[in-house]
């Protein structure tokens, strides 16, 4: 059951630009949201989150921004690097404390 | 501060052999998550231990089990192994559960042949 959704398996931006990954969640009861980023052959390391109580959350190069509404959220990398080149991954946790992720999406930065 | 450590970090195993991977946490933390990654399905959710209790389980068959033992480690044991479990099994920590953060360890790359 896909609860979290990353819809974009793959994104290519160039160095200095604005990276956006999407994510979308069907389950309403969720309501802490993460973002992870993973290298090859490494676990998956925590990025930034956002509780549901709050519709932006930043932290440095990184911005998450909720929707609750839409049940979307989205990371904002700004401005891109080359060392963001990863597999993004976006989870949600909600009062049963287990966190499902998505497919992830590999965001490619060129130089 | 020690890691999340797995072990072996890799495995290959035949068809309908069974396979055990343990997970030791980050030394308070009392929940362990597992989850299975493959390419173009992300992070599946296996199940959730909190004190030695299963708390939490996703959709996979019974072929798939885990325990946790009183100092937190944890393991996970696949019986009559099959093609398609050949992934990465990562294993995280959390004080709590979701809202406390997980630490993941690097993962068990587990090949079936």
């Known amino acids: 059951d896909q609860q979290v959704k990353q819809n974009s398996p793959s994104l290519s931006v160039q160095e200095g630009r604005i990276s956006i990954l999407n994510c979308d969640y069907t389950?309403?009861?969720?309501?802490?949201f993460l973002w992870y980023k993973k290298y090859p052959a490494e676990g998956p390391t925590f990025l930034i989150s956002i509780s549901s109580i709050k519709d932006k959350n930043e932290d440095g190069r990184f911005t998450v921004f909720l929707n609750k509404s839409a049940k979307h959220l989205s990371l904002h990398i700004v401005p891109s690097q080359p060392g963001d080149s990863a597999v993004y991954f976006c989870a949600a946790s909600g009062e049963g404390n287990d966190m499902r992720f998505g497919a992830g999406t590999r965001l490619t930065v060129k130089p | 501060k020690a890691g999340v450590t797995q072990t072996p970090r890799y495995l290959i195993k035949t068809r309908g052999q069974q396979v055990t991977l343990s997970c030791s946490p980050i030394?308070?933390?009392?929940?362990v998550s597992w989850y299975q990654q493959t390419p173009g399905q992300g992070l599946q959710f296996l199940f959730e231990?909190?004190?030695?209790?299963?708390?939490n389980k996703g959709n996979f068959p019974g072929r798939f089990s885990g325990r946790q033992f009183s100092n937190s480690r944890s393991e996970m044991n696949v019986s009559t192994l099959e093609l398609g479990d050949s992934a990465l099994y990562l294993c995280?920590?959390?004080?709590?559960?979701?809202?406390?953060?997980?630490?993941f360890g690097s993962g068990t790359r587990l090949t079936v042949v």
């Open positions: 231990y909190f004190s030695e209790t299963q708390r």
């Open positions: 995280a920590s959390s004080l709590g559960g979701g809202w406390y953060g997980y630490t």
């Open positions: 030394s308070g933390h009392r929940s």
């Open positions: 389950n309403s009861m969720f309501d802490y």
